[in-house]
């Protein structure tokens, strides 16, 4: 945004100066507080890039990063022995909480008949119909992260179809496929400028609309060279964005009309129920992704196609040349992972366990409204399921670009710190919170309470 801080419409009702004022003082709290995560960190620096193991462990907003020695549940436990309340989850990684027994013991089992063979197992049979069950899709195949099983998908669309072009909504994420880096700038595709080391044109063969848009749909998709839509049936990494009643019915419609096929990324809108927000809401889709939850926080990922997509794609490979074909890796679908995803499945993500999930989520969602209210805030609460966040704006946005219009990250480092320095973590981007089944009311009446001391050292008085 281009408004001068003190009048970004994030920042009404609040007393800036007094928000730095306590910025600077959450960090110098935390750095006293943290003088093993502060050796470790020092540590780190001599030779891990950034310092970290990826990069973006320093998106948190803290001086510096934060060490962990132990998690389990809904608590993550930091090198300095505090406990936190988690409603991170590893950003939907561990959005059934941190080792749940029957994943913890399908590892120590399976640790001693061996990890990765690359040859099928019994497990993975047994994960396939667990999946067709689930998700009424009935043909699957593996991956390690979701970023490659959206690759993989795509992969096997193009193939099949005929067409080379993607089609995704602005702000989208998708892991880091490189394809769906493209953003509207002003209106027009544009490559997004902080994509590192790429060397073709993405907007060659990327086609960008906002979410929402049913007129920009169809004017893309009429065309006829879009193989297939990749989206998430609620966005959620721009900060969420609801689809407009009726919004995905009139989109499949199009998308069919047109000859592309859908693709569902449920990575985060697992969140929903056990059978994702697709189902739950009547969007059938030609292809389905679903990354971090489905192993209990092991590495892996899975993509389901319809009949008739497998069908095509088999075919594909069939008439294809010998040779490799881009798609998966020698650790895809290891024992490891097949044992993680096939406990997690049958015993984790239980209809029992949304069923705790989704009132949680519920109380914790009119809390925050009753307390932003409370404070005088124009920011709103967005819930899917098991996950809730508050934006900063009075309604929910309705386009990425919109969701983006309204983050503020110094106002996000803000409040993350504040609370993590009174034992709560949420996710560093944003200000999204995920239930599991071990959070307990006290935990979300830690986080309200935290919220609500941060928030009154910050609004006008």
Known sequence: ???????????????????LALLAREREAYTQ???ASAALAAQASEHLLFGVPLHWMNDWGTPFALHVCQASGAQVTDVDGHRLVDFCLGDTGAMFGHAPAPVAAALVKQATRGYTTMLATADAAAVGGLLAERFDLPFWQFAMSATDANRYTVRWIRAATGRQKLLVFNGCYHGTIEDVFVDLVNGQP???DSLLGQVHDLT?????VEFNDLAGL???LKQG??????????????????????????AQALIRQHGALLVMDETHTISTGPGGYARAHGIQADALVLGKPVGGGVPCAVYGMSADLAARAVKAKQDAP???????????????AMAAMRATLAEVMTPAAYAHMLSLAERLAGGLRGLIARHGLPWCVTQVGARTEFQFCPAPPRSGGEAEGVLDPELEHLIHLGLLNRGVMITPFHNM??????????????????LDEVLGLITLA
Do not use: F
């Open 190 to 192: 544009t490559q997004r």
């Open 1 to 19: 945004m281009n408004a001068h801080p003190l009048q970004r419409a994030s920042r009404t009702g609040l007393d800036w100066p007094r928000a």
């Open 322 to 336: 010998p040779g490799h074909s881009g798609i998966g890796t020698t650790l895809t679908g290891n024992m490891l």
């Open 433 to 450: 919170m995920l239930v599991c089944p071990q959070t307990t009311t006290n935990d979300v009446a830690q986080l309200i309470g935290a």
């Open 204 to 208: 060659q063969h990327t086609v960008v």
């Open 225 to 250: 060279d879009v193989a297939c839509v990749l989206a998430e049936p609620v966005m959620t990494n721009i900060g969420m964005v609801l689809p407009k009643p009726g919004y995905w019915a009139a």
């Open 218 to 220: 169809e004017a893309a």
């Open 33 to 35: 507080r943290n003088p």
